[in-house]
């Protein structure tokens, strides 16, 4: 497994494996272009969602891609759909945002 000096653990290539990083990432649920495009199709609508302030291409607690929905308080965790053509959301408190 191939070590990164700069990391303290080893990352498996998907290369090592006999597959490419896209097809690693297609068996996850999500291609790079399909993220992209169901983000940018949806953001309009989860933005106006009450309690919504923040929608972005992220990544979960385990690496994978998702659409990472920022929300004011806990109280509005719950109305957002856990997946969105197939894709994760993943839902964080980030409290008001304040534009600069």
Do not use: W
């Amino acid at each position: 497994m191939p070590q990164n000096p700069e990391l303290p653990f080893a990352i498996p290539s998907p290369e090592g494996r006999g597959e490419t990083a896209e097809t690693a990432c297609l068996e996850q649920g999500a291609s790079y272009l399909g993220l992209a495009e169901v983000l940018q199709k949806h953001t309009d609508r989860l933005m106006a969602m009450e309690g919504v302030v923040m929608v972005a291409q992220g990544r979960d607690v385990f690496g994978r891609d998702c659409i990472t929905v920022g929300v004011k308080t806990a109280r509005y965790v719950d109305k957002i759909p856990n997946m969105i053509e197939d894709v994760p959301t993943c839902v964080t408190v980030v409290g008001e945002v304040d534009a600069l």
